[in-house]
T-cell receptor
Framework: AQTVTQSQPEMSVQEAETVTLSCTYD???????LFWYKQPPSRQMILVIR??????QNATENRFSVNFQKAAKSFSLKISDSQLGDTAMYFC???????????FGSGTQLTVLP | NAGVTQTPKFRVLKTGQSMTLLCAQD?????MYWYRQDPGMGLRLIHY???????AKGEVPDGYNVSRLKKQNFLLGLESAAPSQTSVYFC??????????????FGQGTRLTVV
């Protein structure tokens, strides 16, 4: 069974600063996929970034990037130049190649302060 | 662009009542999921389906049933609601995850309160 752990229930960052959200996961498979989803107060789940385990290069999407450490089973999200609109709950998630279940962590509530 | 649509958006039930949540997707996705979201616990998988006519249990299936008679629809049923089922329910759909660039798309959620 897969497990995903987010050890930071809440974080805050000043506008325009950089913040890193932590995530660790556990899987026995070599082929898997990792995701960060954002849930603003509207409750809508929005994909932020996706990483395929067989790709060594860290994924980036504009101000969002990941630090994927496969050996350590770590998948952290870095948000650069934080904006007020980044205030949201952030969920880390994983799915393995053979499993069909997308497993989520408990989430990190990020608040961007003006 | 409808994507994933859940009905209803809000519902209040009395203990012991039954109800069905409907999820519809128009993206021709094979996989569909039902999650519940509770404070501090993230999203937990209730049931999922990898194709029309197939369903499987997730992490927290007790007290729920599902059906997928049509590829585009995934129904979640509560036969006898309990206060512990008060939660926000999310439906999601996706292609198989090994399809390059795929992601799970989510509905807007259903807030269910059982009194």
């Amino acid at each position: 069974a897969q497990t995903v752990t987010q050890s930071q229930p809440e974080m805050s960052v000043q506008e325009a600063e950089t913040v890193t959200l932590s995530c660790t996961y556990d899987t026995s498979e070599n082929n898997y996929y990792l995701f960060w989803y954002k849930q603003p107060p509207s409750r809508q789940m929005i994909l932020v970034i996706r990483q395929e385990a067989y790709k060594q290069q860290n994924a980036t999407e504009n101000r969002f990037s990941v630090n994927f450490q496969k050996a350590a089973k770590s998948f952290s999200l870095k948000i650069s130049d934080s904006q007020l609109g980044d205030t949201a709950m952030y969920f880390c998630a994983s799915v393995s190649g053979s499993a069909r279940q997308l497993t989520f962590g408990s989430g990190t509530q990020l608040t961007v302060l003006p | 662009n409808a994507g994933v649509t859940q009905t209803p958006k809000f519902r209040v039930l009395k203990t012991g009542q039954s109800m069905t949540l409907l999820c519809a997707q128009d993206m021709n996705h094979e996989y569909m999921y039902w999650y519940r979201q509770d404070p501090g616990m993230g999203l937990r998988l209730i049931h999922y389906s990898v194709g029309e006519g197939t369903t499987a249990k997730g992490e927290v299936p007790d007290g729920y049933n599902v059906s997928r008679l049509k590829k585009q629809n995934f129904l979640l049923g509560l036969e006898s609601a309990a206060p512990s089922q008060t939660s926000v329910y999310f439906c999601a759909s996706s292609y198989p995850f090994w399809v390059s660039g795929t992601e799970a798309f989510f509905g807007q959620g259903t807030r269910l309160t059982v009194v």
